[in-house]
Nanobody, 124 residues
């Protein structure tokens, strides 16, 4: 069964940090780019970051650039999202998704397997 499972979400104060993990099973993670998305209540889902299959290329949404870092450990079939200097507006359910190929992807239709999401809440 092809599956992605996110973990690492939680409640954190503004300025704090969290590291999200996305564990893959049922397919060879090395062959695919992986993206992180988020959806806040009442808002559309938006792309946060993506990493190519090799890990050599990454992209970030403007609103997280300089604060979030995406990385991957193909040996562990896991992709990470390190989130620093978190803000209340980062509160959302965060999802990871598998791209259809190895290159960076941006739009939802370029991803074909999605995790169930992990809640991130930034509040004092």
């Amino acid at each position: 069964q092809l599956q992605l499972v996110e973990s690492g979400g939680g409640l954190v104060q503004p300025g704090g940090s969290l590291r999200l993990s996305c564990a893959a099973s049922g397919f060879i993670l090395d062959n695919y780019a992986i993206g992180w998305f988020r959806q806040a209540p009442g808002k559309e889902r938006e792309g946060v970051s993506c990493i190519s299959s090799s890990g050599l290329s990454t992209n970030y949404a403007h609103f997280v650039k300089g604060r979030f870092t995406i990385s991957r450990d193909n040996a562990k079939s896991t992709v990470y999202l390190q989130m620093n200097n978190l803000k209340p507006e980062d509160t959302a359910v965060y999802y990871c998704a598998k791209a259809r190929g190895p290159a960076l992807a941006i739009d939802d239709y370029e991803f074909d397997i999605w995790g169930q999401g992990t809640q991130v809440t930034v509040s004092s």
